[in-house]
C-alpha cells in the first residue's frame, strides 16, 4: 500500500518559512517524480513544485518561483518544499504527491496527473 505522508505545516507569519516533507513508502518510487499542490479554502487545486527523479529538473507555478525550493532525497524516499518569503495567499492545504516519469517530461505535474497523492498539511500564514 503506497502512502505518503507529508509533515511540517503550521501557522506563520507573513516573511516568514516552512519546509515541509514528505515520506513514501509502500513501493520503490525508481523514476518517479514528487511534487507539491496545494488547494485553499473554496478554490481548485493547483500546481505548485515538482522535481524528476535523478534531482536535476525543477518545476515551479509562477506564483512562487524564487521563494520556493523543492528538493528529494532518494535514499529516504522523501521530498521537501522549503518555503520562503510566505504570503497570506500561500495559505492552503499542501499536498505530496507521486507519478511515475520514465521520461523527464512527465515529471511536471502541473500538466501530468500525479499517480498518488498523501493527505494534505495545512499551512496558515497570517499578515
Known amino acids: 500500500q503506497v502512502q505518503l505522508v507529508e509533515s511540517g505545516g503550521g501557522l506563520v507569519q507573513a516573511g516568514g518559512s516552512l519546509r515541509l516533507s514528505c515520506a513514501a513508502s509502500?513501493?520503490?518510487?525508481?523514476?518517479?517524480?514528487m511534487g507539491w499542490l496545494r488547494q485553499a479554502s473554496g478554490k481548485e487545486r493547483e500546481f505548485v513544485a515538482s522535481?524528476?527523479?535523478?534531482?536535476?529538473?525543477?518545476y515551479y507555478a509562477n506564483s512562487v518561483k524564487g521563494r520556493f525550493t523543492i528538493s528529494r532525497d532518494n535514499a529516504k524516499n522523501a521530498v521537501y518544499l522549503q518555503m520562503d518569503s510566505l504570503k497570506p495567499e500561500d495559505t492552503a492545504v499542501y499536498y505530496c504527491a507521486a507519478r511515475h516519469a520514465p521520461s523527464y517530461i512527465y515529471s511536471d505535474l502541473s500538466r501530468y496527473e500525479p499517480d498518488y497523492w498523501g493527505q494534505g498539511t495545512q499551512v496558515t500564514v497570517s499578515s
Open positions: 509502500g513501493r520503490t518510487f525508481d523514476n518517479y517524480a
Open positions: 522535481i524528476n527523479w535523478g534531482g536535476g529538473i525543477t
